[in-house]
């Protein structure tokens, strides 16, 4: 049972222009929401949070947006950049428990 | 560098057998997880332990099994080897705290099941 979803498996943007990754839930539990961004043969890094009482919460070229009545969320990053092609997951938390999704693979074209 | 280590980076095993995947958590942290990626499928949490005890469970089959050590790193044990156990284990660690929720995430063990 996934309760975290990535539906889109790749994006590709051309530099400069805005990246959007979205990401579905299905535990109204989840009581914080993040990202990760993964390079080949690296594990994951922590890029940004929001709490589950937040709607929005930025942090220079990313911002993520929460939209808890519909249970999604969404990453944007403006202005892409190269350096910023990699897969990208989210995940959300309950109580002890981390749930990832598959993840997204963005490309930024220069 | 996330300052988590895991050892052995590639692991070649036939089915049936048994491996142990060892993990050490950046320094000061307490949390440490193990997560799953199969092939096209999201890191699948495993288990979580703290300061030495389990503290949460998730899809970990009966064949897997855990412990963190009191000097803090954890091993992951893999016995009765299939084929679907081929995947990317990666271990986390974190603070652990109760507000905790960034974890700092190893390189990964690469298991291939032959």
């Known amino acids: 049972d996934q309760q975290v979803k990535q539906n889109s498996p790749s994006l590709s943007v051309q530099e400069g222009r805005i990246s959007i990754l979205n990401c579905d839930y299905t535990?109204?539990?989840?009581?914080?929401f993040l990202w990760y961004k993964k390079y080949p043969a690296e594990g994951p890094t922590f890029l940004i949070s929001?709490?589950?009482?937040?709607d929005k919460n930025e942090d220079g070229r990313f911002t993520v947006f929460l939209n808890k009545s519909a249970k999604h969320l969404s990453l944007h990053i403006v202005p892409s950049q190269p350096g910023d092609s990699a897969v990208y997951f989210c995940?959300?938390?309950?109580?002890?428990?981390?749930?990832f999704g598959t993840g997204t693979s963005l490309t930024v074209i220069p | 560098d996330s300052g988590v280590t895991q050892t052995p980076k590639h692991l070649i095993t036939a089915t049936g057998q048994r491996v142990t995947l060892r993990c050490s958590p950046r320094s000061g942290d307490l949390s440490v997880y193990w997560y799953q990626q199969s092939l096209d499928q999201g890191l699948q949490f495993l288990i979580q332990?703290?300061?030495?005890?389990?503290?949460a469970k998730g899809n970990i089959l009966e064949r897997f099994s855990a412990q963190q050590f009191p000097d803090l790193h954890s091993e992951l044990n893999l016995s009765s080897l299939e084929l679907g156990d081929s995947a990317l284990y990666f271990c986390?660690?974190?603070?652990?705290?109760?507000?905790?929720?960034?974890?700092?995430f190893g390189p990964g063990t690469r298991l291939t099941v032959t």
């Open positions: 929001i709490s589950s009482i937040k």
């Open positions: 332990y703290y300061n030495g005890e389990e503290r």
């Open positions: 995940a959300a938390r309950t109580g002890n428990q981390f749930y």
């Open positions: 535990n109204s539990m989840f009581d914080y």
């Open positions: 986390a660690s974190s603070v652990g705290g109760a507000g905790d929720f960034e974890q700092y």
